[in-house]
């Protein structure tokens, strides 16, 4: 079946530093990318997208890139702070191939910034 | 206050005996959607629906049913769990314009089949 990719695992950083995490999908004609990030014991919150038509997008230290070439799309975060410690999981929304409103998840990146 | 909710957040059951966990969400949303969340697996689509009376499967169906009678209902049905339906259950909701854009997550239900 149709399946997204995600490394690292887990990933520690110095506060201050960049995180950059990385998926790649299967499905080429997939469309939508949204990246969520979950903190321990709490609900999945979207913190940025990126649509099939767009290169790279940002929202202050958060971006995110895609290569639609690839099929991948990484998320960056830079001056990474304590609280941006979680979980977070990428997406791949619709394609020819699953249908077109069906989610498949990452399996996840464990990211911790040491202070 | 926008919210998706869930009940029950905790339910510890035994093989077989039939449950029924509530999903609604207040935002007028068209898409709705059930995802199990284990470890090292992230969040696995059950199933989603995109409109009243239009269900579709996820990536992990088996064992699960749903239906969609209402906007603002999404229940998630197990006729009859086994073991390894234990799992943390997330409920989510979609803009009604952009389908399953940005989901709005419920709180979680985690599910115990002993």
């Known amino acids: 079946g149709e399946n997204v990719e995600q490394h690292p695992s887990t990933l520690s950083v110095q506060e201050g530093d960049s995180a950059v995490i990385k998926c790649t999908y299967s499905?080429?004609?997939?469309?939508?990318f949204p990246w969520y990030k979950q903190e321990l014991g709490k609900r999945p919150q979207l913190i940025i997208d990126?649509?099939?038509?767009?290169g790279e997008k940002k929202d202050q230290r958060i971006a995110v890139t895609l290569n639609k070439t690839a099929k991948h799309f990484s998320l960056h975060i830079t001056e990474t702070q304590p609280e941006d410690s979680a979980v977070y999981f990428c997406?791949?929304?619709?394609?020819?191939?699953?249908?077109?409103?069906?989610?498949?998840f990452g399996p996840g990146t464990s990211l911790s910034v040491i202070p | 206050e926008a919210q998706v909710t869930q009940n029950p957040r905790y339910l510890i059951t035994v093989t077989g005996k039939k449950l029924t966990v509530t999903c609604s969400q207040n935002?007028?949303?068209?898409?709705m959607s059930w995802y199990r969340q284990d470890p090292g697996l992230g969040l696995r689509q059950i199933y989603y629906?995109?409109?009243?009376?239009?269900?579709d499967k996820g990536d992990v169906p088996e064992g699960y049913k749903v239906s969609r009678k209402e906007k603002r209902n999404f229940p998630l049905i197990l006729e009859s769990p086994s073991p390894n339906q234990t799992s943390l259950y997330f409920c989510?909701?979609?803009?009604?314009?952009?389908?399953?854009?940005?989901?709005?997550f419920g709180p979680g239900t985690r599910l115990t089949v002993l």
């Open positions: 629906s995109m409109n009243v009376e239009v269900t």
């Open positions: 997406a791949a929304v619709g394609g020819l191939k699953t249908s077109y409103d069906k989610v498949i």
């Open positions: 935002m007028n949303h068209e898409y």
């Open positions: 499905d080429s004609a997939s469309n939508y």
């Open positions: 989510a909701s979609s803009s009604q314009t952009r389908r399953a854009d940005t989901q709005y």
């Open positions: 990126i649509r099939s038509n767009v």
